[in-house]
């Protein structure tokens, strides 16, 4: 199989523990693209968490594009122009705040390329780390979320966000609801995963599923993984979803993503 487009999450996939893209990794990416293979970010990120990123392995210069907040967002890296936006209203957002604190956890949303929060946490201190984006901490959650967001974040030990997530599916039917890292509960609006997103983009692109490799560590990149037709998880991933993908390559901080383009793209190209 000529695979056509390669789909690569970034936190704990494509990027080491400290965050950046191995020189390996990223010159196997750039022998891909030579090959002609689209390679697409597709991330929980935030959009100007993905961009540096994005950037310094030429998505720009590739006609290429990266999937933000677990697909609420597709972005055109060559125009900068949003193809695809799905938001969760303010009214929505207002309530899974009443839940949160009626279930005693953290949670965060987004606005204006900033992170919103009430409360203080470690783990609200981990999404600044990791994003780079500046947290604004607002006396009045609801007041300040004053329009529609694309995603909000549950915050708090992974325990209790078990329960949370149990409690949140039970109550809530119109949201997507997914888990980036155990203790990130991770909230979109309904139809909103990798998966959905990334068959809005192969559909523009006229690429099938089983033209697509999609690599991923976590349960946001448990449907892109099942939808592609080569589904890949980095060594590192959660135990509970081993068994979902095709193949298991090395960690994320062993160039699992370079493993995956030797073997199943530039090995084909030599065929």
């Not at 999450?9 to 090959?35: C, F, G, P, V, Y």
Request: charged share 25%.
């Amino acid at each position: 199989m000529k695979y056509k487009m390669l789909v690569l999450d970034m936190d704990d996939t494509l990027l080491t523990d400290d965050h950046r893209i191995s020189k390996k990794n990223k010159s196997a990416i750039a022998q891909a693209q030579e090959a002609g293979v689209k390679v697409v970010l597709a991330s929980g990120r935030p959009t100007p968490a993905m961009l540096s990123y994005a950037k310094e392995l030429g998505l720009h210069q590739n006609n290429s594009y990266i999937l933000a907040y677990n697909g609420a967002v597709i972005l055109d890296m060559t125009t900068e122009e949003v193809l695809f936006e799905q938001s969760i209203s303010k009214e929505d957002i207002h309530a899974l705040y009443d839940f949160s604190q009626e279930n005693g956890v953290h949670i965060i949303t987004y606005l204006d390329g900033n992170i919103i929060a009430s409360s203080e946490s470690p783990y609200i201190d981990i999404e600044t780390q990791i994003t780079g984006m500046p947290l604004i901490k607002v006396d009045d959650f609801k007041k300040a979320v004053d329009r529609d967001s694309v995603k909000c974040i549950m915050l708090d030990e992974p325990e209790r966000l078990v329960e949370v997530m149990a409690k949140l599916k039970a109550q809530v039917n119109h949201k997507s609801i997914t888990t980036s890292k155990p203790f990130f509960l991770e909230i979109m609006q309904l139809g909103i995963d990798k998966a959905a997103s990334l068959d809005r983009l192969a559909q523009k692109l006229g690429i099938s599923s089983d033209e697509i490799i999609a690599v991923g560590n976590a349960s946001n990149d448990l449907t892109m993984i099942q939808y592609a037709g080569l589904g890949v998880w980095v060594d590192n991933v959660e135990d509970a979803l081993r068994h979902h993908a095709d193949v298991v390559v090395a960690s994320n901080n062993e160039d699992g993503v370079a493993e995956v383009i030797e073997r199943f793209i530039l090995e084909e190209t030599l065929v």
